[in-house]
């Protein structure tokens, strides 16, 4: 059965510092698809990132940054120079190629971006 | 272009009534997730529809909940003799049926309250 954890509940810090929010998946696929998602305080879940299991290179996407590496089952994401709009709960997600795709999602982490 | 979009975005009940919740998803999207959020977690599949057809519906919690896509657009869950254990919000997100591009997006959700 597939399982994403994200240990981090919350996570606080001051503006234009960089954080990083953990993920670590779990799933007997081969292929795999991973995902990070934004769910801000008006409850709209944003997409973010897709990743798939054969592409291990690391993406930057202007201030985000994510990080995969399949030998620790690890998709971190990483904020450089945080926002005060950056504060939302982030939620880290994978879908198997051979389900219907549904995703699971981990618990989130709470970001609280301080002025 | 739109987005997917639910209604009711709150809907209050009481204990033992019927509720129906409706999508409408992004045009052109084949298939279709409803998703169940409690506070403080992350969303839970419930169902997946590939055009008219409920594809997986593993996730359903027991029989009072169902849903239905006639038309293959516009689908709707029905939770029969609320309970208060059924109040969270429901989402649902819709995509593309191509491997690689079936990203799921999401709706706003609808948060349903059982008294």
């Known amino acids: 059965a597939q399982k994403v954890t994200q240990a981090q509940t919350e996570i606080s810090v001051v503006e234009k510092e960089d954080v990083t929010l953990d993920c670590v998946y779990e799933t007997r696929d081969t292929t795999y698809y991973l995902f990070w998602y934004k769910q801000p305080p008006s409850g709209e879940l944003v997409f973010l990132i897709r990743?798939?299991?054969?592409?291990?290179q690391n993406e930057i996407s202007g201030r985000y940054s994510w990080n995969f590496q399949k030998s620790t089952s690890s998709f971190n994401f990483t904020i450089t120079a945080s926002q005060v709009v950056d504060s939302a709960v982030y939620f880290c997600a994978l879908s198997e190629a051979g389900s219907a795709r549904q995703l699971t999602f981990g618990s989130g982490t709470q970001l609280t971006v301080l002025p | 272009g739109a987005g997917v979009s639910q209604t009711p975005s709150n809907k209050v009940t009481e204990k033992g009534k019927y509720v129906e919740l409706r999508c409408d998803p992004i045009s052109g999207h084949t298939a279709l997730y409803w998703y169940r959020q409690s506070l403080g977690q992350g969303p839970e599949f419930l169902i997946y529809f590939q055009g008219t057809g409920a594809a997986d519906d593993s996730g359903l919690p027991n029989d009072r909940f169902f849903a239905v896509r006639p038309e293959g657009s516009v689908s709707t869950l029905k939770i029969q003799r609320t309970e208060r254990g059924d109040s969270a919000v429901y989402l649902c997100a819709s995509s593309s049926s191509n491997p690689g591009t079936d990203t799921q997006y999401f709706g706003p959700g609808t948060r349903l309250t059982v008294l």
């Open positions: 990743r798939n299991s054969f592409d291990e």
